[in-house]
């Protein structure tokens, strides 16, 4: 099975300004998401798919070349992953290079490790359509999530309400953004809310940080700094 490792980084950022390649703990952010990539396989398995000439130069300054610069119409803000990653395929794919895989490595999940991209693999197979990390939920539908009636009262989100203690609910997940693996064929028939089949891979919640806002930053880089 072949796979390409794909880490999609846009140079527009507004909840953190250049995110991608701001420094964290010691190196750019990208960077994280490449050294778990190149424990995994070489760099021509590795794709930086990106619209910004200083992405490009900071992922190039680090010994990855990048294969192509993102054309102009994935680099606004209503470009999608979905179409990213159908991008990527098909410039390899013009290349004679066919993947069976694509594993999404997302920089804003920077605690992901190169063993937790290993086990996801591990559950994938050509059955199904992804692989997708996931934490336990926080919140709970069944016990602490509500939704208004149509007398604008609140009543429970799911279930009866039965619930009197959390840990007796039944377990809800949410994708955490850390690790994809996406069946190239599954892609190739449609969008992700249509896919049927996707197998999960647990993460703890606390490294399930997916960088968005500033305050986000500074509580990761406070715990990391600490932690060194």
């Known amino acids: ?111 992901r490790t190169a063993r937790q991209v290993t086990e996801a693999i591990g559950l994938y197979d050509k059955s199904v359509d992804a692989v997708v990390s996931v934490c336990e939920s926080p919140q709970n539908p069944y016990y602490n999530l509500f939704e208004e009636n149509r007398d604008g009262y609140l009543r429970i989100s799911k279930g009866d309400g039965a619930f009197r203690r959390r840990q007796d609910t039944p377990s809800v997940w949410m994708f955490n953004g850390a690790i994809y693996v996406f069946n190239v064929e599954s892609l190739r028939k449609g969008y992700f809310d249509s896919f049927k089949k996707i197998r999960k891979y647990v993460m703890p919640l606390d490294m399930s940080v997916d960088l968005d806002t500033l305050t986000d930053w500074m509580y990761l880089e406070a715990v990391m700094n600490k932690g060194k």
């Open 1 to 111: 099975m072949r796979l390409l490792y794909l880490i999609p980084a846009r140079g527009g950022s507004k909840g953190i300004p250049h995110k991608n390649i701001k420094q964290l703990s010691g190196k750019p952010l990208i960077a994280y998401s490449i050294d778990v990539a190149r424990q995994l396989t070489d760099d021509s398995n590795i794709c930086v798919s990106t619209d910004d000439d200083e992405i490009i130069r900071v992922v190039t300054s680090y010994g990855l070349a990048v294969p192509f610069k993102r054309p102009d119409y994935l680099a606004t803000d209503s470009a999608g992953t979905y179409e990213v990653i159908l991008h990527a395929i098909d410039f390899y794919e013009n290349l004679g290079v066919h993947y069976d895989a694509v594993v999404l490595l997302q920089p804003t999940s920077p605690l």
